[in-house]
């Protein structure tokens, strides 16, 4: 029986597993990786107290801080469920089952899928949703980021010194996202942006070699080696029992981090707290591991 069970280790869940250490709370943390997306990020320029770091640098920053103090640590490990019964919050994983009397979920966000015929066989092989892991491993290769938005911009912005030539694929009619990020993609001779495009197909035998578009109503074919999949995220919330959601799928939570069931709060990208953004989740974990230990420190078990 654990004080508080904490779901995710990306920033929101290693600072509140900092914070509950901090209080003396018997946590455990249960978490398919160490990171989360800010592992997958590339260079970032907004976060207070770094006027430049990269995602996986802040990320090892991140886990250094947390393996200072002691808790359970569960990694490579999916939670599939997670309900109240009485008192006791009940948590399902792929290998085992655990209990606590409070919780934190804070599982992030996992990038939406095209869903277009060559998708799944060329995963791996060509096309991948991570440009931090994967793109050096396009050098000097033309490839195609699909998306418009600060997602698809951080990406363009990785494979520009990697790459030979990058072409962004935009459904919409213009790209959206930082002015900043904008303005350097925009200017740099080595990006083609393809505005009202979409992807219909992606091409090949054993190995990506293009990708078939429509684009205004006329379908054409485009020759890249390497495609990446930059078109949104989606909340992973699925294994929440009776936890109340909007209708993105996103975590319902309060001022204090709590949702609709007492005991267990949220924070980070799975809720609906607006502006995904490293510093926010991290704030959140914050509170939310706070309001853990108040509701503990105001309730008998």
Same mark, same amino acid.
């Given at each position: 029986?654990?004080?508080?069970?904490?779901?995710?280790?990306?920033?929101?869940?290693?600072?509140?597993?900092?914070? =509950? &250490?901090? !209080?003396? $709370? *018997?946590?455990?943390?249960?978490?398919?990786? /160490?990171?989360?997306?800010?592992?997958? %990020? @590339? #260079?970032?320029?907004?976060?207070?107290?770094?006027?430049?770091?990269?995602?996986?640098?802040?990320?090892?920053?991140?886990?250094?801080?947390?393996?200072?103090?002691?808790?359970?640590?569960?990694?490579?490990?999916?939670?599939?469920?997670?309900?109240?019964?009485?008192?006791?919050?009940?948590?399902?994983?792929?290998?085992?089952?655990?209990?606590?009397?409070?919780?934190?979920?804070?599982?992030?966000?996992?990038?939406?899928?095209?869903?277009?015929?060559?998708?799944?066989?060329?995963?791996?092989?060509?096309?991948?949703?991570?440009?931090?892991?994967?793109?050096?491993?396009?050098?000097?290769?033309?490839?195609?980021?699909?998306?418009?938005?600060?997602?698809?911009?951080? =990406? &363009?912005? !990785?494979? $520009? *010194?990697?790459?030979?030539?990058?072409?962004? /694929?935009?459904?919409?009619?213009?790209? %959206? @996202? #930082?002015?900043?990020?904008?303005?350097?993609?925009?200017?740099?001779?080595?990006?083609?942006?393809?505005?009202?495009?979409?992807?219909?197909?992606?091409?090949?035998?054993?190995?990506?070699?293009?990708?078939?578009?429509?684009?205004?109503?006329?379908?054409?074919?485009?020759?890249?080696?390497?495609?990446?999949?930059?078109?949104?995220?989606?909340?992973?919330?699925?294994?929440?029992?009776?936890?109340?959601?909007?209708?993105?799928?996103?975590?319902?939570?309060?001022?204090?981090?709590?949702?609709?069931?007492?005991?267990?709060?949220?924070?980070?990208?799975?809720?609906?707290?607006?502006?995904?953004?490293?510093?926010?989740?991290?704030?959140?974990?914050?509170?939310?591991?706070?309001?853990?230990?108040?509701?503990?420190?105001?309730?008998?078990?």
């Amino acid at each position: 029986m654990y004080d508080l069970v904490i779901i995710g280790a990306g920033p929101a869940g290693i600072t509140a597993a900092v914070y =509950a &250490a901090r !209080q003396k $709370i *018997n946590t455990l943390i249960i978490s398919k990786d /160490i990171g989360g997306q800010a592992a997958w %990020s @590339g #260079d970032i320029e907004n976060y207070t107290g770094y006027q430049f770091v990269t995602g996986p640098e802040l990320a090892s920053k991140f886990e250094e801080h947390m393996r200072k103090y002691n808790f359970t640590l569960k990694e490579n490990e999916s939670v599939v469920e997670l309900k109240k019964i009485d008192n006791i919050i009940s948590v399902r994983t792929d290998k085992a089952q655990y209990e606590g009397r409070t919780a934190v979920i804070a599982s992030g966000k996992r990038s939406k899928e095209l869903n277009v015929p060559g998708e799944k066989e060329f995963k791996n092989q060509g096309l991948t949703y991570c440009a931090t892991c994967d793109g050096p491993l396009f050098s000097g290769k033309d490839v195609a980021v699909i998306g418009g938005g600060n997602s698809a911009l951080d =990406a &363009a912005m !990785q494979l $520009i *010194n990697i790459a030979s030539h990058v072409y962004i /694929i935009n459904i919409s009619s213009s790209l %959206s @996202g #930082d002015a900043i990020m904008l303005k350097k993609v925009e200017e740099n001779k080595k990006v083609a942006v393809l505005n009202n495009s979409q992807v219909t197909a992606v091409l090949g035998e054993k190995m990506v070699s293009g990708i078939r578009l429509k684009k205004e109503g006329k379908e054409e074919t485009l020759s890249v080696k390497g495609v990446f999949v930059e078109i949104g995220l989606i909340p992973n919330s699925e294994f929440t029992s009776g936890i109340e959601k909007n209708k993105l799928g996103e975590i319902i939570v309060n001022s204090r981090n709590g949702t609709n069931i007492p005991g267990v709060f949220a924070a980070g990208d799975v809720t609906d707290v607006p502006e995904k953004q490293i510093i926010i989740a991290a704030g959140e974990g914050s509170k939310a591991s706070l309001s853990a230990f108040r509701y503990l420190s105001q309730h008998k078990f």
